[in-house]
């Protein structure tokens, strides 16, 4: 399910901004003195908005309890949060946050289009820029800049993820896929990835189909799927194109096991009791068994009357990063934070392991889960609709093996 409860707050706090900077640049260095200003940028319309409204939840829950805690350096933080819309907008206001609002690093995204043109302005202006949602490899690599960070997970670290389990219930080998790819850079780049596995691994692809962004009617690529009585049936689609994929696949009544290499939570909580089926990957989960996650669990639902997503999960967090790393350096300078970021800070991130950046491409190092659907009968709600699988690596692993090759295409000084 989804909420709407941040629509009304966001435009309050858009008005906020707007008459401040109608003030003139006096008013903003001033309110910069006395608070620091975190630019927030994420989709709140279009088919990943379900996902944006998590992450302004999941940031704003964040600078709430840095807040009543004392701030960062006996300062409050203050969010100047935007829509990003589309690659072209979210560069604009990038580059708006940056230059006229004075912020001092930005935090955010979900779209890797989006993300890209981000990470492009952050690198330009050398400013520190989070990456809290945004998948593709390429970001990691032909694409990636000393400043720009990423909590979320590479593309082929959710391969990873879920394929241990796929190859363990003998889904791979000398088996035929049927995938359906989000047509965008996400979905280009996460097909490609996960080919790369399918091939390795003694697969092959019965079919794939690119399915516009826009997609609702899945009916033309269910009956291609009924003919083609392929051995698996793979996702990679990307936000509300997945819910309405599980709706239609479950009326069509088709029976090929399905599994996905991209995910969120809020997609399947969205299509409904019984409706949900396969096997998934997730940066994280509600269910993962550790004191902080659990804390978190617990504040989130209590402040918004529902379980926290895995999108929620990467803004709050980088959040609460940035603030340790102001406050061990004592400082919000962009260069110092991004230089600390990269030295092997460490951090809890709510997993058994503390999770840090690898110099190499500002990837995080940290665990992945993969989850089961939940048979309808066995859910206590509609939030019952998976089980935990496993962490990925295993406890024993270093978290590494599941990071983005080191290929030489990221060429970060």
């Known amino acids: 399910m989804t909420s709407r409860l941040s629509r009304r707050t966001l435009i309050k706090g858009a008005a906020g901004s707007a008459a401040l900077a109608g003030i003139g640049m006096p008013a903003i260095v001033r309110a910069q003195a006395d608070t620091i200003r975190i630019g927030h940028l994420t989709p709140l319309t279009g088919f990943l908005g379900p996902l944006g409204e998590y992450a302004v939840m999941g940031v704003k829950l964040a600078a709430d309890e840095i807040n009543n805690a004392g701030g960062v350096m006996s300062r409050k933080i203050e969010l100047v949060m935007e829509d990003s819309v589309n690659p072209q907008t979210a560069s604009a206001k990038a580059e708006r946050l940056i230059e006229r609002d004075k912020v001092a690093m930005i935090i955010g995204e979900i779209s890797s289009a989006s993300g890209l043109a981000i990470g492009q302005v952050a690198n330009r202006l050398k400013t520190v820029y989070i990456n809290t949602g945004c998948n593709s490899d390429a970001l990691r690599g032909s ?5 720009m960070f990423h909590i979320e997970g590479a593309n082929s670290m959710y391969v990873m993820a879920v394929g241990q389990y796929l190859l363990r219930e ?12 989000a047509d965008y850079a996400f979905g280009h780049d996460l097909l490609r990835v996960a080919r790369k596995f ?20 899945f009916s033309p690529y269910l009956l291609k799927v ?6 698996l049936v793979v996702s990679n689609l990307a936000g509300n194109q997945i819910t309405s994929f599980l709706k239609q696949y479950s009326e069509y009544g088709l029976q090929f096991p ?3 290499f991209g995910f969120d939570t809020v997609v399947a909580w969205g299509a409904g009791k019984g409706n949900f089926s396969g096997i998934w990957p997730l940066v994280w989960h509600h269910l993962v068994d550790t004191p902080s996650s659990k804390a978190y669990v617990e504040v989130f639902q209590k402040k918004y009357g529902k379980l926290p997503d895995n999108q929620s999960w990467g803004d709050y967090n980088s959040l609460k ?13 962009p260069q110092k934070l991004a230089e600390h970021l990269r030295k092997g800070a460490k951090f809890d991130v709510m997993k058994a392991r503390e999770a840090y950046f690898r110099p190499y491409d500002n990837q995080m190092v940290m665990e992945m889960y993969a989850v089961r659907a939940k048979d309808a009968a066995k859910m206590k709600d509609q939030w019952d609709i998976y089980d935990a699988l496993g962490t990925v690596p295993g406890p024993n692993e270093d978290m590494e093996i599941i990071a983005p090759p080191k290929d030489g295409s990221c060429k970060i000084g």
Do not use: H, I
């Open 143 to 147: 694409s990636c800049n000393p400043y």
């Open 170 to 181: 003998n889904l791979v080998k000398g088996k035929k896929w049927y995938s359906l790819t």
């Open 198 to 217: 399918m091939e390795a691994n003694g697969g092959q692809f019965a079919a794939d189909e690119l399915v516009p962004t826009d997609a609702t009617d």
């Open 226 to 231: 009924r003919q083609a009585r392929p051995d």
């Open 258 to 260: 399905v599994a996905g």
């Open 321 to 333: 990063v940035v603030a340790q790393s102001m406050a061990e350096t004592k400082s919000t300078d």
